[in-house]
């Protein structure tokens, strides 16, 4: 048991694909946090024009001569 535990803890053959998988995981966690933090950002920007577009057209005057 002991041989086992040693020739497992020397052994290196596995260890660079689990190095690489380490690695696919943080770059793909960082980029879905990034994917949504942008569309987040894009909602927010599209929501500001679309309330200032409603904000200057509120008062639209009648072409009968009426007012806001």
Do not use: H, K
């Not at 909602?43 to 008062?59: E, F, K, M, P």
């Amino acid at each position: 048991m002991r041989r086992l535990i040693g020739r497992f803890v020397r052994e290196e053959c596995g260890q660079d694909i689990i190095e690489y998988a380490l690695l696919a995981a943080l770059v793909g966690t960082v980029g879905i946090v990034l994917w949504v933090n942008i569309g987040v950002g894009i909602s927010n920007a599209y929501l500001g024009w679309d309330t200032g577009v409603q904000n200057i057209s509120a008062c639209t005057p009648d072409p009968g001569g009426g007012g806001c």
